[in-house]
């Protein structure tokens, strides 16, 4: 294999979570450098995915949705095609990802990762907490996504360990 790409995809995502944050949005652009084919329209869009949602906590972990809105940039079904079946390999292939996850990381909402990480959750909308979360979790959510980005990318990319 002449290049790594699920190995840059993890470097790249891992930085610009650590730069930048908002997860959903680092896997994503982390795909799209290293495969293509994500619009920017879709990276946009991912930004209130973060955080569990909206910074709400309780729903998925803003990098594993990241994970599923990349996988479906491929293999999720076309507007023109709404009446042509449920697509059935995209939600197999977005059931394999949170499965992993789940596996990986304990969890998979926002909420499961902070306790796995800090031992308890945050409120994100609350300054201190978040100021707080952000020091006591360390790279930890760098991680998640990194590792996310890296797992799409072995997915889209045939090439899965």
Not at 36 to 63: E, F, N, R, T, Y
Request: hydrophobic share 35%.
């Amino acid at each position: 294999m002449p290049e790594n790409l699920p190995q840059k995809a993890y470097d790249r995502a891992y930085a610009l979570e650590q730069e930048v944050g908002c997860c959903p949005q680092c896997v994503l652009a982390a795909v799209n450098e290293v495969l293509g084919g994500i619009d920017d329209q879709v990276i946009k869009s991912s930004h209130g995915l973060s955080g569990g949602g909206g910074l709400a906590g309780s729903g998925a972990c803003g990098a594993l949705s990241g994970g599923l809105v990349a996988l479906g940039t491929r293999r999720g079904r076309d507007a023109d095609k709404l009446h042509k079946g449920r697509g059935m390999a995209n939600f197999k292939a977005g059931r394999e990802l949170v499965d992993r996850f789940e596996r990986e990381f304990g969890g998979n909402s926002c909420q499961d990762l902070q306790k796995e990480f800090t031992g308890r959750a945050w409120n994100l909308w609350n300054p201190i907490d978040y100021l707080q979360f952000s020091r006591k979790r360390g790279d930890n959510c760098a991680r998640a996504t990194a590792t996310v980005a890296r797992w799409v990318v072995e997915m889209l990319d045939g090439r899965k360990p």
